[in-house]
């Protein structure tokens, strides 16, 4: 959900997944949404090429398009990737895989 839709619906679809599981199973789940939320956030950052919401790169989406105008007026430097819309696991993704880890190395 976070990867396509961006970060606002990640962190809703997460946290409401435990809060109705501690309704209807264990209210010790509940607790946990916080985790889902973060979560959330964090994957609906990373971003995806040419999605209408959270691309970053390009043509970004409206979403991060709003969130990078408001950090920049906060002076909120931002390091940035995108995941492409081609990327596949295996052979074909290393190039990808290199960039990441060069970006999270640099965090």
Known sequence: MAVVYGPFFGALTGGLTNVALGIIQNPKNIPFALVNIAVGIVVGLIGINNSPTCSIVGEKGILMEELLYL????????????????????EKGKGFINKLKSFLKGL
Not at 71 to 90: H, R
């Open 71 to 90: 950090c920049k007026e906060e002076n909120i430097e931002l390091k940035l990737i995108d995941v492409p819309t081609d990327y596949v696991d295996g």
